[in-house]
C-alpha cells in the first residue's frame, strides 16, 4: 500500500505532520478527519520512480477543464445550493448538461467519492490539477461553517477577478514584452554580425581604441566563442533554483520576494491580502472562533511567508491578545487596515469591517493593474536609451578620432 507525507492542523490549529498508508490521497484525508484532524497537504511517496508513456501521452493530449469551466460550475453551484436542491443532485444535473468530457468525467468522480461518503473538500482534494489548494481550503471553510453556496459563490467572484486581472497584466505587458524582445534581437544582430566587422576596420588601422568600444568587442568575442558557457551556466542556475525553491525554505523565501519585486510586488500582496481578509470575514459571519477563522484563513494564503505570518497572529489571539494587536506585530497591513481591524473589534463588527478592507485593496489592485502598463514604459525607455547611447559611443568614437587622426596628417 502506498505511503503519504501529510501536513495537517488539530482542533487548536497547532501544525502536525507525519506518514500514513492509504490507497489514495482521499483516503488518508478521511483517516485525517476522523482523528480530528484538518488536512493542509497531502503528498505521495513514491516507491521507485517511473514512467509510463502511455499514460503521459494520454495526460498531455486529453483536453482538461478549464478556468471558464471552473468559473461556471463554481456560479451554478451557487444558484443551485441556494435554491435548496441536494448537492449529489446538483452535481448530478450539471453533469448532465456540461458541454465538456473533462468535466462531465470530474463530476462522476465526485460524485463517486460523496457516494462513498466522503465530503465534498476531500472528493475535490483527488484532483489537485482542476482544484488549487486555495478552493479546496474555501470548500472545507464552506462545509465547516454550512455556508457551501457563498462559498461558492465567492470562488467564482474570485476566479472571474483573477481572470480579469490576468488579462489586464497580459494586455499591460505586451508592449513591454515585445520591446524587450526587440531589444535582445538587436543585441544578438549586433554582436554577432555589426561588431565583428568593425573590429577587423578599426584592427587593420592599428589605432588605439577608446574603453567602452574594447569592452563592446570583449563581450561580442565572449558571444560568439564563449557563448555555450553562458548558457550552461544559466541552466544549471536555473536547475538549481528549481530544486531550492521545492525545499520549504527556498518556497518561503521566494514568496517573500515575490513581495518585494518592483511593480508587482504590492499588486501581488494586496491581491493576498484581499483573499485574507474575505475569507476571514467571511468565517466570523458563520459563527467560526477567531482563532479557527484565522486557522482558515491561513489556510487560503497563497503565500507561505503570509501563511507563517496569519499564524503568528493566530498563535497571538489564542495567546489571549487582540487581533488589532497581533496584525500590528504581524507588519503586513497598512496603518489603514490596522485602524479599521481596531475599531471593528471595539465595536463587534468585525466582520463588516473585513468585507470592506477586501473591498479596499481590491479597488486597489484594479487600479495598480490598469496602471502597470504607464509605470513600466519609463523604465524601457531609459533603458533603451542607455542602450543606444552605449552602442553609439562604442562605435563612433573610434571613426571619430580616426577622422581626427587623418586631418592632422
Known amino acids: 500500500m502506498p505511503q503519504f507525507a501529510y501536513k495537517a492542523r488539530n482542533g487548536v490549529g497547532e501544525p502536525i505532520s507525519g506518514r500514513l498508508e492509504g490507497n489514495d490521497s482521499a483516503q488518508v484525508a478521511d483517516i485525517l478527519f476522523s482523528q480530528g484532524l484538518t488536512p493542509v497537504a497531502i503528498v505521495g511517496i513514491p516507491d521507485r520512480p517511473s514512467v509510463h508513456l502511455p499514460a503521459l501521452l494520454a495526460r498531455v493530449f486529453t483536453p482538461q477543464v478549464s478556468v471558464v469551466d471552473l468559473m461556471l460550475f463554481s456560479r451554478q453551484m451557487h444558484t443551485l445550493l441556494k435554491a435548496g ?10 453533469q448532465r448538461s456540461s458541454l465538456s468530457p473533462a468535466l462531465k468525467a470530474l463530476l ?40 457551501l453556496d457563498r462559498i461558492f459563490l465567492q470562488l467564482f467572484t474570485h476566479l472571474q477577478f483573477e481572470k480579469e486581472m490576468g488579462e ?52 561580442s568575442r565572449f558571444f560568439l566563442h ?20 521545492r525545499t520549504p525554505q527556498g ?26 481578509a474575505r475569507t476571514f470575514a467571511l468565517t466570523l459571519r ?6 479557527q477563522g484565522l486557522a482558515v484563513a491561513a489556510q487560503v494564503v497563497d503565500n507561505a511567508f503570509l501563511t507563517q505570518r496569519v499564524e503568528q497572529m493566530r498563535d497571538g489571539v489564542a495567546g489571549g491578545e487582540s487581533i488589532s494587536r497581533t496584525a500590528l506585530a504581524a507588519d503586513i497591513f497598512t496603518p489603514v487596515v490596522l485602524q479599521m481591524m481596531a475599531v471593528g473589534e471595539e465595536s463587534g ?54 577622422g581626427r587622426a587623418a586631418l592632422h596628417q
Open 108 to 147: 462522476q468522480d465526485v460524485r463517486d467519492s460523496l457516494d462513498m461518503g466522503r465530503e465534498l473538500s476531500t472528493a475535490m482534494r483527488r484532483h489537485p490539477d482542476v482544484f488549487s489548494p486555495l478552493y479546496i481550503s474555501m470548500i472545507r471553510a464552506g462545509e465547516l461553517t454550512g455556508t
Open 286 to 291: 458563520s459563527g467560526i472562533p477567531v482563532v
Open 349 to 402: 463588527d468585525l466582520d463588516d469591517l473585513m468585507q470592506e478592507i477586501s473591498e479596499m485593496y481590491e479597488r486597489e489592485v484594479d487600479y495598480e493593474v490598469r496602471t502597470l502598463s504607464t509605470q513600466i514604459e519609463p523604465i524601457l525607455v531609459i533603458g533603451l536609451g542607455v542602450l543606444v547611447l552605449v552602442l553609439a559611443l562604442s562605435v563612433f568614437l573610434p571613426m571619430w578620432d580616426l
Open 251 to 276: 518556497h518561503r523565501r521566494w514568496d517573500r520576494l515575490k513581495l518585494r519585486l518592483p511593480l508587482a510586488g504590492k499588486i501581488v500582496l494586496k491581491g493576498i491580502l484581499a483573499r485574507f
Open 168 to 219: 489586464r497584466i497580459r494586455q499591460a505587458l505586451r508592449y513591454p514584452s515585445f520591446v524587450i524582445a526587440a531589444m535582445a534581437v538587436a543585441l544578438i544582430v549586433i554582436n554577432v554580425f555589426v561588431v565583428p566587422s568593425f573590429a577587423k576596420a578599426y584592427q587593420a588601422f592599428n589605432a588605439n581604441l577608446p574603453a567602452p568600444t574594447r569592452a563592446l568587442i570583449a563581450c
Open 226 to 245: 564563449d557563448g555555450v558557457w553562458l548558457v550552461a551556466a544559466a541552466a544549471a542556475l536555473a536547475g538549481a533554483a528549481h530544486f531550492y525553491l
Open 85 to 94: 436542491v441536494p448537492i449529489m443532485q446538483a452535481l448530478a444535473g450539471l
